[in-house]
């Protein structure tokens, strides 16, 4: 056994209905005296809450998806303004990607409470957009120095979202067993992540006030996370960017979505990631088990229902073959990626659309 890997540091607090107390400490330990608390409008009440006990200089809501460059230079002006000397941020990844945009210029360390699965509070990456081109980076400075779960945050998020916020944790897992650095300790993370929101979210869809599926969820959704800022985007997550760059497409149901498919496609080209994603499931095969998951929780199905036009498809097969690993388990060609693509975008039955893929 040979690899070598990097583990993240970060301080994380699994604490159900004490944000508060453990945000407090958090940002203590830093030293902050001047907090710019960042959260969208619509987060702004679960904000407020959490930062009540903090010198706040600033409320900072204006947060948009996948980071615009014109938000991010409005925001780090804010934080200068205000002489700012710590972060926190309360909400989705969005949210949490703006604080980063600060982080990245700033080097303001930040503290990160997130209200939905999408795990950015895990990795060292950022991503901007201008215009419709999203850069993405990794820099040690957007990494949160500390991240707070509370579940009780999550009690707001509706299910739909819910769902398609958990499916992209399953995506960071699943992708994680075959992206270009994956490990066994990915691997390892991987599949408890997969375990845990296989248990989360039927939990969450079924009973969604319960507290027990949403700390399941924000479990897994960390340890999604961890696995994917050490091995990497794999097919699934290339797929997904290249979808969700281009066509503004919305990130979670997006992942939700592409997710069997990819699994399909790869799953016979990669049957020790397959073994261990069945037995995480607890299920005969890998797709088998995400297939009765997404059928339990009512998962989004079709690219069409997202804002995918059918004509968008041509386009993106050059855009995904020019940016997915060369070292993916099954080989990639345009016909083949075409047809995932197309299978992806009317919702068609992923183990037949993908036994026909070249
Ligand atoms: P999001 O942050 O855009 O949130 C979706 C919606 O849910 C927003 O309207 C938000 O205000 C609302 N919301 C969030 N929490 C809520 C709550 N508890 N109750 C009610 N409403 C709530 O979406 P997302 O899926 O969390 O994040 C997607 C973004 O994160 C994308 O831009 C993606 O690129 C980025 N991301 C980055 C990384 C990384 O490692 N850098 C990893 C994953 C995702």
Known sequence: MRFERETLPQRVHFAAGEARAAV?????????ARVMVIAAASEAGLAKAVTADLPVVVHHEEVAM??????????????????????????????????????????LPIVAVPTTYAGSEATSVWGLTEGSRKTTGVDARVLPRAIVYDATLTLSLPVAMSVASGLNAL???????????????????????????AAGLPAVAAEPDGIEGREQMLYGAY????????????????ICHVLGGRYELPHAQ??????????AFNASAAPHAERRIAEAFGSVSALDGLQSLRRAVDAPTALRDHGLA????????????DVAPADNPRPLTPDGVRLLLRAAWEGADPATACSSMT
Not at 82 to 107: F, I, M, N, R
Not at 310 to 319: F, G, K, L, N, Q
Request: charged share 20%.
């Open 310 to 321: 059918e004509s968008d498809i041509d386009d993106a097969v050059p855009a995904i073959l």
């Open 24 to 32: 407090h400490a958090e940002v203590e330990r830093l030293g902050g």
């Open 223 to 238: 340890l999604s996370a961890v696995a994917f800022s050490s091995a990497g985007s794999g097919l699934h997550h290339k």
């Open 171 to 197: 995506a960071h897992c699943v992708d994680s067993m075959w992206a270009p650095r994956t490990d066994p300790v990915d691997q390892a993370l991987a599949g408890e992540g997969i375990r845990a929101l």
């Open 66 to 107: 996948h980071v615009p460059v014109a938000t991010a230079e409005r925001a780090r002006a804010a934080a200068a303004r205000h002489e700012a000397d710590v972060l926190v941020c309360v909400g989705g990844g969005s949210t949490t990607g703006l604080a980063k945009a600060v982080a990245l210029t700033t080097g």
């Open 254 to 263: 997006t992942h939700a979505v592409v997710l069997p498919y990819v699994l």
